[in-house]
C-alpha cells in the first residue's frame, strides 16, 4: 500500500517529471545523477543524453549503459543506452531509453549528430521519437528534436546550452498531453586536471526554474568522488566513478528528503580513451 501511495503522490503532489518524462532528457548516467545532474556541459558519452553538442569532442567510439530506481520503486525504473561514433569532426549517435513498468512507460529512441565547428565549439541535435504506452488505454507517439551547443570560454571554463523540444508537439489530440519544453544553460570551471566545478540552470515552461551544482574530483587515475544537488526537486546526490583504463563503471546516489533514494549504475566502454578538453571535463 505504501508503494502505490508513493507513486500517487510523484504523480499528483510534485512535479510532473518525477512520474511521467514525456521523453524528456533523461538524467546523464551515473556520473549525472551524482552532480545533481549539473551535465549541459559534459563532454564525454554522457552528453547523449544531456547535450549532443559534447559528442563532438570524443575521439573515439564509446558506449554506455545506465539504469536507476528512483524512490527504489520497481514501477519508475529508468533505463538508457547510448552509442557515438565518432569521425573528422562529426559525431554520430543513438539514445534509447525505456521509463516505467508494465501498466504504464514511456519510450524514446533518438538519433544524434553533431560537429566539433573549429577548436573548443560543438554543435549538436538530435532527432527523437517518444511513445506512452497505457495498456487500458493504448498507445501514442510523436516526433520532436532538440539542439545543443558547447564552447570553451577562456582556458578553464566550458559553457553550454541545450533546448529539448522547443516546438510544443503533442502525443494525442488532448491539449494537455504535450511534450514539455526543456532549456539547460551551464558552465563547468577546471581549476586543475583533478576537479571539475559544474552549475547549471533548467527551465520547463511550464514550471519554474531549477538550480543545479556539482563538483567531481579526480581522487587517483583509477577513481572519482562527486558530489552534486539541486532544486525542483531539492535533492541530494553523491557517487563514485571507477576507471579501469577503457571501461568506466559509476555508481550514484542521490536523496529525496520526503521519498528516499534513487540509486544508478552506467557501465561505459570507450574504444579510445579521449584526452585534452574532454579528458579535462571527465
Known amino acids: 500500500m505504501y508503494k502505490y ?23 546523464a548516467g551515473a556520473r549525472g545523477l551524482a552532480m545533481g545532474d549539473a551535465s549541459v556541459t559534459f563532454r564525454d558519452i554522457n552528453s547523449a543524453f544531456s547535450n549532443q ?10 558506449f554506455t549503459a545506465f539504469a536507476e530506481q528512483r524512490f527504489l520503486l520497481a514501477e519508475l525504473g529508468s533505463y538508457s543506452a547510448a552509442f557515438a561514433y565518432p569521425f573528422d569532426n562529426n559525431t554520430f549517435g543513438l539514445t534509447l531509453n525505456y521509463f516505467g513498468y508494465e501498466n504504464y512507460n514511456e519510450q524514446k529512441i533518438g538519433l544524434a549528430y553533431s560537429r566539433k565547428l573549429f577548436e573548443g565549439v560543438g554543435l549538436g541535435a538530435q532527432v527523437d521519437y517518444i511513445g506512452t504506452r497505457i495498456p487500458e488505454y493504448g498507445t501514442a507517439s510523436s516526433l520532436t528534436f532538440e539542439l545543443g551547443v558547447q564552447a570553451d570560454l577562456l582556458e578553464d571554463f566550458i559553457v553550454g546550452a541545450h533546448i529539448f ?16 519544453t526543456q532549456i539547460n544553460v551551464g558552465i563547468a570551471y577546471s581549476p586543475s586536471d583533478k576537479v571539475l566545478i559544474s552549475i547549471e540552470v533548467e527551465k520547463d ?58 540509486p544508478g549504475v552506467s557501465v561505459t566502454y570507450n574504444v579510445t580513451r579521449a584526452s585534452g578538453s574532454q579528458e579535462k571535463n571527465r
Open 53 to 62: 553538442a559534447g559528442l563532438a569532442f570524443l575521439e573515439g567510439m564509446s
Open 165 to 180: 523540444s522547443p516546438i510544443r508537439t503533442r502525443l494525442t489530440d488532448n491539449e494537455r498531453d504535450v511534450i514539455p
Open 5 to 27: 501511495f508513493l507513486i500517487l503522490l510523484c504523480n499528483y503532489c510534485l512535479i510532473s517529471p518525477l512520474w511521467a518524462q514525456n521523453g524528456i532528457p533523461s538524467t
Open 205 to 262: 515552461i511550464d514550471y519554474i526554474a531549477a538550480f543545479k551544482g556539482g563538483i567531481e574530483y579526480r581522487l587517483i587515475e583509477q577513481l572519482s568522488l562527486r558530489i552534486g544537488a539541486g532544486t525542483q526537486p531539492i535533492q541530494n546526490g553523491f557517487g563514485i566513478g571507477i576507471h579501469l583504463g577503457n571501461l568506466d563503471i559509476d555508481f550514484a546516489t542521490a536523496y529525496h528528503q520526503y521519498l528516499g533514494f534513487t
